[in-house]
C-alpha cells in the first residue's frame, strides 16, 4: 500500500513536470525556429535556386510546359514554404550578370529587390557577381551608394564564401561559412565558387581577390564547424554538376571533387552550368536545377536531435510550371515598377531578320550569329581581322522582328569593341589558346583570317597554315590592327595572348556595334 501510494505520487508529480513543460512557451531569436520538440526528429527544408541572372521576366519551354519568370518562380517558393515552418531559402550563385534590361539597366538592383522579397535566407557569389568588380558585388551585398540609382539597401540574405580570398589580408572576402539554429539544431552553411572565376572575369572586376581550390576550403571551414560541434553541413557551391533525371550518370568538376570533400558535408546546391541534377555521389546529395528561375530545388532532411547530424536527405527538382499556379503579385508589382522605370525604348522594334540567326557552334565550333557579331566589330572599328568569343552569346536570334531588348538578351554582358595592334606570332598564339589541356576547347570566332590546324599535334603547335584576307601569310613580327571586346583584349577566358596587344582605341558597346550591323544588313521599313 505504502509502495503504491509513492508511485502513485511520483506518477503525479512527473505528469505535473510534463504538463509545465508543454505549456511553456519556447523562446526563439532571428535565427531560430519552432517546431515541436517532443519528437526526436525534426524534418527542414531547404528550397534552392541557382543562376537566376537577373531574368525577372524570362519564360522558357520545360519538356513541353512554359515556366519561369520571378512571379511564378515567387509563388512556387512561396507555396512550399508553407509546406514546412522549419525552411530556408538558398542560393547558389549567379543570381545576377548577364541580366536583361530590366535588371543591368539597374545594376541589377532589381533582382537583388526581389531575392530579399521572398526573404532568401542565405546565398554565394558566383563568378558573374563579379563581373562588374569587388566593390560593386560588395554594394549589392551590404548597400552603398551608386552615381547612377543612388543609395540601396544591399541584400538581408547572408552572402558566405571561403575561397574568395582578399589579396591583402589572405584571408576569406566573406565569411565562409554562416550557421543557422533550427529547433536547438545547428546547421552550418558554407559557400565556395568555382576556381574558373579566376578565367571569366577580367582580372581589373577581380584585382583585389583571387579564387582557391574549391575542396581545400571547404574541408578548412567543415573543420571549423566540427570543432563547433556541428554535425549537419551543407555547401552551397557555384561549381558545375549534372546528372540523368534517375541520379545516375553524375559528371562535371563538382562530381569529381565529392570523394575528396569531407564526409561531415551531407548536401551540396550545385550552379555555374546551367543543367539538372539530383543525385548521390560519395554519400553527398548534390542537387541543380537548371537556371533563369525555370525550376527549383527541394531538399528534404530529418536531423536526429541527439545525434544533431542529417540522418536522411532527399530532393527534388520542381519545374515552375505556369500550369495550376497563379502568379504571386507582390513580384508582379516589383516588375511593373522597373517596367515603368524603363519605358519602352527597349520595346521598340528595331528591325526584321529574314531567317533564324543561330549560336549554334558546327564543327569547327563557329556559329552564324558569331561570325556576324565579329564583321559588326570589324567594321566599328574599320580593321581587316577580328575576333569573338563564344561565351559573349547567350540566345540565337529568332527570325522576325527584334526589339533591342531581345539584342541585349543576346549579349548581356555590357562589353566594348576595342582595337588592339598584335603581331603576327601574337595572334598565332591567341589562336593556339583555343585548344586546352584538361578542359574542353574554346574555339573563336574569326573575320579576315583563314587557318589550318592539325587536331593530332601537341597543344600550342597546331596552327600549320595562317593567312589573312587576302590570302598572305601572316608575318611573325608585323603588326596588324585587329577588333576584340575589352573583355578578350584583358585576357578573358584565358585568352592571354590578347594581353599582350597594345590598345588603339576603345569604341561601342558590342551590342550597339551589332545593332547598326543588322540594321545596315538587312534595312527595315515600317
Not at 585568352?495 to 597594345?502: I, L, N, V
Amino acid at each position: 500500500m505504502i509502495k503504491f501510494q509513492i508511485m502513485s505520487s511520483l506518477f503525479i508529480l512527473v505528469l505535473t513536470i510534463f504538463c509545465a513543460y508543454e505549456l511553456t512557451p519556447f523562446s526563439s531569436n532571428h535565427s531560430t525556429m519552432s517546431h515541436s520538440t517532443s519528437n526526436r526528429y525534426i524534418q527542414v527544408q531547404l528550397l534552392g535556386v541557382n543562376d537566376f541572372h537577373g531574368q525577372l521576366t524570362t519564360y522558357q519551354s520545360v519538356s513541353g510546359t512554359k515556366a519561369g519568370g520571378a512571379e511564378y518562380l515567387a509563388a512556387y517558393l512561396k507555396k512550399y514554404k508553407q509546406k514546412n515552418p522549419n525552411t530556408l531559402l538558398v542560393h547558389a550563385g549567379d543570381m545576377v550578370g548577364g541580366s536583361p534590361p530590366i535588371s543591368s539597366q539597374f545594376y541589377d538592383e532589381p533582382t537583388i529587390e526581389f531575392l530579399n522579397l521572398l526573404h532568401f535566407d542565405i546565398g554565394t557569389p558566383g563568378n558573374h557577381e563579379l563581373d562588374r568588380g569587388v566593390k560593386e558585388m560588395k554594394r549589392l551585398i551590404y548597400g552603398g551608394f551608386h552615381e547612377k540609382t543612388g543609395y540601396f539597401q544591399g541584400a538581408n540574405a547572408s552572402y558566405i564564401s571561403a575561397n574568395i580570398i582578399d589579396n591583402k589580408t589572405g584571408t576569406p572576402f566573406l565569411h565562409p561559412y554562416v550557421i543557422k539554429q533550427i529547433d536547438g539544431i545547428n546547421i552550418g552553411f558554407i559557400g565556395v565558387v568555382t576556381t574558373e572565376t579566376n578565367l571569366y572575369v577580367i582580372p581589373e572586376n577581380r584585382k583585389e581577390v583571387v579564387i582557391t581550390d574549391e575542396v581545400t576550403a571547404i574541408n578548412r571551414t567543415v573543420k571549423l564547424l566540427k570543432e563547433q560541434g556541428i554535425k549537419a553541413i551543407v555547401v552551397l557551391a557555384h561549381v558545375s554538376a549534372k546528372s540523368d533525371r534517375t541520379g545516375a550518370n553524375p559528371q562535371d568538376a563538382l562530381m569529381e571533387m565529392a570523394s575528396k570533400i569531407d564526409d561531415e558535408v551531407d548536401v551540396i546546391f550545385a550552379g555555374h552550368s546551367h543543367d539538372y541534377a539530383n543525385t548521390i555521389v560519395d554519400g553527398k546529395l548534390i542537387v541543380q536545377s537548371y537556371s533563369y528561375g525555370k525550376a527549383f530545388s527541394q531538399v528534404n532532411l530529418k536531423i536526429d536531435r541527439n545525434s544533431k547530424d542529417i540522418v536522411k536527405k532527399e530532393a527534388m527538382i520542381i519545374v515552375t510550371s505556369h500550369e495550376n499556379i497563379k502568379p504571386d503579385q507582390e513580384t508582379l508589382s516589383l516588375i511593373n515598377k522597373y517596367k515603368e522605370k524603363i519605358g519602352n525604348r527597349f520595346n521598340n522594334i528595331q528591325g526584321e531578320i529574314p531567317e533564324d540567326i543561330t549560336r549554334k557552334q558546327d564543327i569547327n565550333g563557329e556559329s552564324p550569329l558569331a561570325k556576324m557579331i565579329a564583321e559588326s566589330e570589324r567594321k566599328a572599328m574599320g580593321v581587316d581581322i577580328a575576333f569573338v568569343h563564344q561565351g559573349e552569346m547567350r540566345e540565337s536570334l529568332k527570325k522576325g522582328r527584334y526589339t533591342l531588348e531581345q539584342l541585349y538578351r543576346t549579349m548581356p554582358f555590357g562589353h566594348r569593341v576595342c582595337k588592339v595592334t598584335l603581331t603576327g606570332s601574337q595572334i598565332k598564339l591567341a589562336l593556339e589558346q583555343q585548344w586546352r589541356k584538361d578542359q574542353e576547347n574554346d574555339m573563336l570566332q574569326t573575320v579576315g583570317l583563314s587557318y589550318r590546324w592539325d587536331p593530332n599535334s601537341p597543344i600550342g603547335s597546331r596552327i600549320t597554315v595562317l593567312k589573312d584576307r587576302k590570302g598572305q601569310f601572316l608575318q611573325p613580327n608585323k603588326e596588324y590592327e585587329v577588333a576584340v571586346s575589352n573583355y578578350l583584349a584583358s585576357g578573358g577566358d584565358e585568352f592571354t595572348a590578347f594581353e599582350q596587344g597594345k590598345l588603339v582605341e576603345s569604341g561601342p558597346q558590342v551590342v550597339t556595334a551589332f545593332l547598326h550591323y543588322l540594321k545596315q544588313k538587312y534595312p527595315y521599313h515600317k
